[in-house]
């Protein structure tokens, strides 16, 4: 269980070579740490919702890097919390260089989908309004379709500490795990890219003179992702509606 009282931060863009990368920190400490490697005054200058030039500086006073800062003060953020968004430049050395100087001054590096928690906790997401049969249907499908399109584990991931969070407040979430393996599972029939054993399948196909194309499996597999989809609305709403 994390401590909901310490100040996070990571890296919200992809890890990697970039010409731009955004670091995102969250929570009440954020103005204490910004003032800690920011020349003095600079946080007098911030403004809510509006980038401000600074060079972000080591322990030693040197340059680690010119940087846009944009305030988020709470509420109005996406945990809720006092955000800070740092876009500096992309590449594996500056960003960690930077994240390592927000550690330093006191964040805490955050677990994966901990600033979707937070922002879960804290009222900032309730698409279905506690409506149990909603969220079933919401995960369910929303499962589905991202799983036809992108890789499902990182969704997944975030997922997971969403649903232990709702347990430890006293909620069954027993047909949220079935709906988001459900989801997750059927949803990588949808496209050639959405399941590995579609690849390997097709790239033995083409080998053996049938070639699958993208488009061509998009025809078949998408509408029998949304029957079986469809299939599993019905199980989960007979057995958990």
Known sequence: MTDPERTIAAQA????????AVIRMSGSGCMDILKQCTPAAFTERLRPRRATLVCIRDAEGAAIDQALVTWFPAPASYTGEDTAEISCHGGMLVTDRLLKRLYQCGASPAEPGEFTKRAFLNGRMDLTKGHMTMTILLILW??????SFLDNIPFVATLIPLILTMQSSGVDVTPLWWAVSLGACLGGNGTLIGASANVVLSGISTRHGF????????????PMMLVSVAISTVFLLIRFG
């Open 211 to 222: 070639p699958i194309t993208f488009a061509s499996y998009l025809k078949v597999g998408f």
């Open 142 to 147: 929303v499962s589905a379709i991202v799983s």
């Open 13 to 20: 863009t992809a890890a990697g070579q970039g010409a731009i």
